[in-house]
């Protein structure tokens, strides 16, 4: 296919600067949970976006942040890989949160990797403030191309994939036309649990909380997929926060989750939720490493 485009573009930056919202919406379907909380993008996740002639293969990485455990530490981990095998590399920047960007620009310039720039949350910005924004960056790094965007309304994100497409290597696609996402059902039924427990909880409970499926099954009489989770906290006092009084958050968690799945597959689902303890899990290497392992598959690590 002479002239076709294709590659993979690492999505990186600063934890909670809207980099699983941009990607959702060039691939035009959910393929990233997404909340307003910080380091909600525990791993890396691909998602395929498509341009006439061009396949991008976007990969959403963990913002990059100081590490405090173990976790966050393979997090960060993770988004620094994803730069050494990436096509180009698109930085997304919190327009609204200057100067802050010194350690991932670090990043890119030991990558030496080509870089596009994406201004984020310009709904949220006054032209007056960007404008000296995009002088700034150009200053600070050798950008292809720097691109005022908001991933929440769409302004800007169009020309930001037809850049994107242009600055890929000229091969051939990588993968079929109806695939959109890596992720198993069973990832992204743990993902959209985990999602709806976010948006329900506070201060350090969604920092301290992963969500694990033990396992799935197929009822074909019942034509519903049974999903068993268990949703793993540090403390006592975090299970009962989950379960809530007699019951009523975890069954609220479930029943979202439940429906954003259904609305996702067009199948039924059932899930079966329950709240274990294992204190210090973000510090455990062996718990990390089957959480993600087995993750894929619907194991447990527990």
């Known amino acids: 296919m002479t002239g076709f485009r294709s590659g993979e573009v690492a999505v990186v930056g600063r934890p909670n600067v809207g980099k699983s919202t941009l990607v959702n919406r060039l691939v035009g379907e959910k393929v990233a949970i997404v909340s307003d909380k910080p380091q909600t993008t525990r791993k890396r996740i691909l998602g395929i976006a498509r341009r006439p002639g061009a396949e991008i293969a976007l990969v959403d990485t ?8 173990r976790m966050n530490a393979a997090m960060v981990r993770d988004a620094t890989e994803a730069l050494s095998t990436a096509d180009v590399v698109l930085l997304v920047v919190d ?25 984020n949350k310009i709904d949220l910005v006054g032209k007056e403030r960007l404008l000296p924004m995009i002088a700034d960056f150009s200053r600070r790094h050798d950008f292809r191309e720097i691109v005022p ?44 649990i985990r999602e709806k427990l976010l948006e329900r909880t506070r201060q350090e409970l969604p920092f301290a909380s992963a969500v694990v499926v033990e396992r799935m099954t197929r009822d074909e009489e ?27 958050m975890i069954r609220e968690i479930g029943t979202a989750a439940r429906a954003e799945l259904e609305e996702k597959s067009g199948g039924r689902y059932f899930l079966d939720l329950t709240v274990k303890v294992r204190a210090d899990w973000r510090d455990d290497e062996r718990f990390l490493a089957r959480l993600v392992t087995d993750a894929r598959k619907g194991g447990s690590p527990l």
């Open 62 to 69: 963990p913002g990059i942040h100081r590490p405090d455990h």
């Open 222 to 248: 019942r034509d519903v997929s049974v999903v068993y989770a268990s949703i793993v906290v540090e403390k006592e006092g975090q299970k009962a926060i989950v379960i809530g009084r007699g019951g009523s």
């Open 149 to 192: 965007i908001s991933a929440k309304t769409g302004d800007g994100v169009e020309r930001l994939g037809d850049l994107l497409a242009a600055n890929l290597p000229e091969r051939p696609a990588a993968y079929p036309e109806d695939f959109l996402s890596a992720t198993s059902e069973a990832e992204w039924a743990a993902e959209v």
């Open 95 to 119: 327009a609204t949160q200057e100067g802050k960007e010194g350690r991932v620009l670090e990043m890119l310039a030991r990558a030496a990797v080509p870089a596009i720039l994406a201004l």
